[in-house]
């Protein structure tokens, strides 16, 4: 079973829109933002890498962080 992450990523997004699970778009920006630290890359309009741009790589991370943040916290009802 190939792209076996890809293809429950794909099916819990939809179901994720359908019964408006906020609390999957947090997850799904952490898992996000672990993947682009581990692999030091970010595939958004284009690939963008750590070694390549590192001042526009880590403007992203931090973008996607606070990102994240604001998923929980508002997920949490903290804000």
Known sequence: MGKW???LALIL???AVIFEWNW???VFILLGLINMIKS?????VEAVS???SPKLYWTMIVIW???ALYSILSYLNAI
């Open 13 to 15: 997004l939809i179901l």
């Open 50 to 52: 750590q070694k390549d």
């Open 5 to 7: 992450k890809t293809k």
């Open 40 to 44: 030091k890359t970010i595939h958004f």
């Open 65 to 67: 962080s606070l990102l």
């Open 24 to 26: 999957f778009w947090a």
